[in-house]
């Protein structure tokens, strides 16, 4: 490996655990800085609980987000790191296509793309170093053909001392994704025909509580062409008919929960609409190999949050700002997991600069949903979303997502590139009129 | 009865702290809710008057019960990949009729036409109670081909528009219930009717085409509507037939007219081809060959006279009026469109327009032969009708940082071709120049909501204005507060402005018909 030039295809530890490459004389004197934090980072050992009387020992080791979490309640246990192996399909199709791939002349989209990671190795000092890391973000590994996240929960209310005040809570019965290039398992591969040149579909829905929203399900295309906008269709039980909704306002809150569009795994819109800056890699903690499932949640006032393993992760950090209208973000910090590709946790910031907002993961790398001799068993370990947390700082307010719940026979609620046959969810529905005909 | 059941079954669920008893997952699913609704109308500020406390209950039930082909889990149907059965009741018991407050009610004239407690007992009991299978269907996806059939007891909604309708007619109305309060979920009347949606995906260069249609044998029937004093939000003026003791000669009013509820003589067809074109618009083409439902705001004629002097006689020796209720067919072309435009006003327009073939109209040339001052035959005349409409979601920061504003503006129009001046209106001929039937009728619409607390608070401005009838106006709000998950509360007030001061027959019924009835609402609901 050369110096300054990080591979992710043999992901190794940091010499240092801390950031690693910087590229000016400013980011230097700051890298110094947190290089003497970092040094903190050997003090915390396995097995080790955080809580807010001690949260300061991971105060390096964690986004300024999770810290406000870990002083109002989160506890975390620090876990040793367990390398994460790749699915062997989107190994080989890296090997197989990356070198011809690269970036258009204006860094927008990509060109020669077929699957796989896009960009491989990525060179700290490439000006275009922060961009690629997004494209390997965007074609990240698990999601290449079709996914479903079923019969997910999600509470949202303001933090007390007490726990969280659910105000809303909302039972959906899936979120599932067509993918249409990049597939590495299910045939046609490695495209779809696509005919109108889309990255993927989505079908969010029906909501089944609560009632005044029951039925309410949505659709969205996202296309290859980073300058065309999503389409979005939703029903409305209320009108009994499918609308067009507008797709703009991507910061805009979801049924008035803190989560948003474009908060879902830390950053779900397009690379090209925002511009991106690398500010280097570090050594975070982060939970990829949760114990729990169904969450766990923590207790007393903290139970806005999982209580799980954290481990200490090599992470790219990008920052990101929209160049979308009217956005309500003046810019988000992803913390990337190099191995995976998936955001540990996102923080974002008002349009004053002020820290509004952390979303936190909860990822479990397991090759099954659970020990049930029922559910799928895949032939590598697939990055299982047990929950997520988006966390409003200024307003004190919370919204908690997860799935499978506890009333889940099987444990299995989540399905990676298995097609339609598993799932029973077909092209067709990803239509206009499916939703249409369908819906009630 | 049914307000015991209704207390019964609140009293259960609070009882056992939550519904978590209830299935809200997997192939069977139960859910509804209790609903009560009260309405004070405050025609000035000094004066408010009790006049509705509706009582909801509403009980859903969803079963999946064909999952890959299988039925409930057993039986193998290879050609179908899902179905799904849907059922809806609703009962309803209104304590206003029991309570019987006193005072009258009054028509678009300001002249009293007495008041619930004037009602006799078997009105009143017609009026206070519902008790309704709403809609019953099963959804069939088949396996092998794009088709997905509904049939049963259903409403289809097509279209584009919001708060007032034109390709959205394949059920009718039942305008005895709140037109403003309430949703058109609850509005519309659902009919049993078989619809089939075929996806053909790509044709050409269109993308999500598809077709579908629906059959209605004969389970057909006019858009409901109540008099004063028996419906204080109905038609604002008393039952015009009061002096006739056995109605009309042929028919009953807004009930059914000269025919039978067979597939022969009732049957209703709609079908329509919709496709997202290059570029993103997405747009249907329409056609509909039903009877006329008379809910759209046109102001068409419900009743011809009888013609025939002999019949008329007879007809009114008999003690019925000299009248017939019709519902003729009518031919329906429309077209809707609607288009996401994000790089400039990040807004979705929305389009939609029909031509009507053959509206009946009261025709002042065609008197009856032995009323003639007071009852008219009908000419057939086309009209077209159209919307255009915006919807954007809005950032106010100063008023909400983490919710956008959804601001959503429409503009309607009516144009009647060929119209001849002896045209009239139905609403008590006898006042001079006010139940104009114009060339051009308008209305505009803007509709303000957003979300605050998690979505716990949903607080909704609207307002129309008809520009060709005085500038009549309508405002209003709501506020939705949910306590709790499954507790709701809604507080409300709608506002009717009659800027002439004086009646006025506008289509869409706002602040003309509607003048002196300003209300204000507390609804509580409970679902499960």
């Known amino acids: 490996m050369q110096v300054g030039t990080m591979t992710r295809l043999g992901p190794a530890q940091s010499a240092c655990g801390g950031w690693r490459v910087w590229s000016t004389p400013l980011r230097l004197i700051s890298a110094c800085f947190l290089l003497a934090a970092a040094a903190s980072v050997s003090a915390v050992e396995p097995g080790e609980v955080i809580t807010a009387a001690n949260a300061e020992r991971i105060a390096d080791q964690v986004s300024p987000g999770v810290m406000w979490c870990i002083q109002h309640g989160m506890n975390l246990t620090v876990a040793p790191y367990k390398k994460i192996e790749l699915p ?14 690269h970036l258009s002349k204006d ?32 074609y990240r590994p698990y999601y290449s053909d079709d996914y479903l996240w079923r019969n997910f929960l999600a509470d949202t209310g303001p933090l007390a001392e007490t726990g969280l005040t659910i105000e809303r809570r909302y039972l959906i019965q899936q979120n599932a994704r067509l993918f249409f290039n990049g597939r590495l398992y299910v045939d046609p591969k490695p495209e779809l025909p696509n005919p109108q040149k889309l990255r993927f579909k989505e079908l969010t829905g029906p909501v089944l509580e609560p009632l005044d929203l029951k039925g309410v399900g949505q659709l969205g295309y996202r296309y290859l062409d980073p300058g065309e906008a999503d389409d979005t269709w939703l029903y409305l039980p209320t009108l009994r008919r499918v609308r067009r909704v507008s797709s703009a306002q991507r910061s805009d809150s979801v049924f008035g929960q803190d989560i948003d569009a474009d908060s879902y795994a830390g950053y779900s819109g397009s690379i090209a609409w925002g511009t991106w800056r690398f500010l280097g890699e570090k050594t975070m903690l982060g939970v990829f190999h949760a114990r729990h499932s169904p969450v766990q949640w923590c207790p007393g006032a903290g ?17 990101g700002a929209s160049s979308l209208p009217q956005y309500a973000y003046s810019k988000r910090v992803l913390y990337i997991d190099q191995e995976t590709m998936w955001v540990l946790y996102m923080d974002a910031y008002d349009r004053a600069g002020n820290l509004w907002k952390t979303l936190i993961n909860q990822w479990r790398s397991v090759d099954r949903p659970s020990s049930n001799p029922s559910v799928t068993v895949y032939p590598d370990e697939q990055l299982f979303n047990p929950s997520f947390i988006m966390v409003d700082i200024q307003l004190q307010h919370a919204t908690r997502s997860w799935t499978p719940t506890e009333h889940s026979p099987t444990g299995e609620e989540e399905f990676f590139n298995v097609g339609s046959e598993k799932t029973g969810i077909r092209e067709s529905h990803f239509a206009i009129g499916y939703l249409t005909g369908s819906s009630r | 009865m049914l307000r015991r059941i209704a207390c019964g079954l609140s009293l259960l669920f609070v009882s056992t702290g939550t519904a978590s008893a209830l299935p809200a997952y997997g192939p069977f699913q139960v859910s509804g809710n209790v609903q009560s609704q009260t309405l004070l109308r405050h025609p000035d500020i000094d004066t408010f008057k009790f006049i509705q406390n509706r009582n909801t ?25 899902a179905g799904n059965l849907y059922v809806l009741y609703r009962g309803v018991y209104d304590s206003a009729y029991d309570i019987a407050p006193g005072g009258n009610l009054y028509d678009i004239l300001r002249q009293p036409t007495g008041s619930l407690d004037d009602l006799s007992a078997d009105t009143g009991r017609g009026r206070k109670y519902e008790n309704d299978l709403r809609e019953a269907y099963v959804d069939l996806e088949f396996r092998d081909v794009p088709l997905i059939l509904r049939l049963g007891k259903q409403q289809i909604v097509w279209g584009e528009t919001d708060s007032f309708r034109m390709l959205d007619r394949a059920n009718p109305l ?13 509005l519309r009347l659902p009919l049993w009717m078989v619809k089939g949606l075929w996806h053909f995906g790509q044709v050409g260069p269109l993308s999500d085409a598809f077709v579908e249609a629906y059959w209605n044998p004969g389970d057909w029937r006019p858009a409901k509507q109540g008099f004063m004093p028996d419906n204080p939000w109905g038609i604002p003026a008393s039952n015009p037939l009061a002096a006739f003791p056995n109605g009309l000669y042929k028919g009953r009013l807004f009930i059914q007219g000269d025919y039978h509820r067979t597939p022969g003589d009732n049957s209703q067809v709609g079908v329509r ?77 929305r389009l939609e327009t029909v031509y009507d073939f053959g509206v009946p109209f009261t025709d002042t040339a065609k ?10 035959g009908v000419t057939k005349r086309d009209m077209w009708k159209g919307m255009i409409a915006f919807d954007r979601p809005t950032w106010i920061r100063s008023l909400n940082r983490t919710s956008t504003f959804f601001i959503t503006g429409q503009f309607f129009w009516h144009y009647l071709l060929d119209r001849e ?15 104009n039937i114009r060339h051009w009728e308008a209305i505009c619409t803007l509709l303000v909501s957003t979300i605050y607390a998690g979505g716990s608070i949903v607080p909704t401005v609207q307002y129309g204005l008809d520009p060709v009838n005085s500038f009549n106006m309508y405002a209003g709000w709501t506020l939705d507060y949910f306590l709790t998950n499954r507790i709701i509360i809604r507080v409300g007030q709608n506002y009717f402005l009659a800027a002439a001061g004086a009646p006025a027959f506008e289509s869409w019924s706002i602040g003309g018909l509607n003048r002196g009835r300003s209300e204000s609402l507390v609804r509580l609901t409970y679902q499960f």
């Not at chain 1, 393993?309 to 950090?317: A, F, I, L, N, T």
Request: net charge negative; hydrophobic share 40%.
């Open chain 1, 107 to 138: 860094g927008t989209n990509l060109e020669g793309y077929v699957a796989g990671e896009p960009f491989p190795t990525i060179d700290p000092s490439d000006p275009a170093a922060a961009i690629k890391i997004m494209w390997n973000y965007y």
């Open chain 2, 57 to 81: 209950l509403r009980l859903r039930l969803d079963y999946r019960m064909i999952d890959k082909g299988k039925l409930a889990g057993y039986l193998d149907l290879p050609w179908l990949a």
């Open chain 1, 303 to 319: 139970d806005f949050a999982f209580c799980d393993d954290w481990e200490p992760r090599k992470v790219y950090v990008v920052e």
């Open chain 2, 273 to 349: 081809f919709s496709a997202v074109a290059p570029g993103g618009v997405q747009f249907t083409l329409n056609y509909f060959y039903q009877r006329w439902a008379g809910d759209d705001g046109t102001n068409y004629a419900p009743t011809r006279a009888i013609l025939d002097p002999t019949e008329a006689t007879d007809a009114l020796l008999r003690g019925q009026a000299p009248l017939e209720f019709i519902a003729p067919y009518v031919h329906t072309a429309g077209f809707s469109l609607n288009y996401s435009e994000e790089e400039y006003t990040q807004a979705v327009f």
């Open chain 2, 367 to 376: 008197p009856s032969p032995i009323l003639p001052g007071l009852l008219w």
């Open chain 2, 174 to 186: 039942d305008l005895t219930w709140h037109q403003v309060y309430e949703s058109w979920d609850d």
């Open chain 1, 88 to 101: 062997k399909a989107y190994v080989t199709a890296t090997e197989q296509y990356s070198g011809q791939v």
């Open chain 2, 421 to 435: 001046p002896t045209f009239i209106g139905n609403v008590d001929p006898s006042i001079p120049s006010r139940d």
